[in-house]
């Protein structure tokens, strides 16, 4: 097995490329250990000394790191995680499930067109180019032309993740909605 591993805009964290699936569709993002437990990759991977957070995409797995530990030192050794983990056979996700409506909050009433719109400009637009990243976005919410997001994986934290929500996504939005005035991120 042969695992790739790309840097991301984050400079805490790593892109890891394992050659097959990782989820089915979706994503599963592990901001802390504690949370890990219903995933036994997640749980091997939080087992390496330094690691504050593990995002899945489909073919991906992102690791974000501790700033006082050194790549160098850890990377050999969640190489090792990943390997041995896919061939134990264990499934990545204990109970099967992902998130695969990532960032599909309910949202009716007289915003509803306007939150379709949202949704799928991030569908379409952003979350595949934030998925090269290492990172998801979801939707949480829009109220009086403010657009609520969520950023994960390598995202979350990236000093550049601030200039993408308000340049990039933010700008995109405005363009094709006029409704929307702003993207604020929101932690969860």
């Known amino acids: 097995m042969f695992i790739q ?16 699936s990782v989820l089915p569709a979706g994503t599963a993002d592990f901001p802390t250990p504690e949370g890990a ?5 997640a749980t091997r991977l939080f087992a390496v000394e330094g690691v504050t957070g593990v995002f899945f995409g489909t073919d991906f797995v992102t690791v974000t790191k501790a700033d006082a530990v050194e790549w160098d030192h850890i990377k050999p050794a969640l190489l ?15 109970d099967g499930g992902a998130d695969p409506a990532s960032g599909h909050a309910e949202h009716d ?48 934290g990236c000093p550049s993740s601030t200039i993408t929500l308000k340049m990039g996504i933010e700008n995109l939005l405005r363009h094709y909605i006029p409704e929307v005035t702003e993207v604020r991120p929101i932690g969860v």
């Open 37 to 41: 437990g219903k995933s036994p990759l």
């Open 5 to 20: 591993t790309e840097s991301t805009p984050n400079p805490a964290t790593l892109k890891f490329l394992p050659g097959q």
């Open 109 to 156: 009433g007289e915003d509803g067109e306007i939150v379709n719109q949202i949704k799928e400009l991030l569908d379409t637009r952003v979350r595949p180019a934030v998925a090269q990243d290492g990172g998801d976005i979801t939707f949480h919410g829009f109220d009086r032309g403010v657009v609520y997001l969520h950023m994960q994986g390598a995202c979350a």
């Open 80 to 94: 090792g995680a990943i390997m041995e983990h896919y061939q134990s056979g264990e499934p990545v996700m204990a």
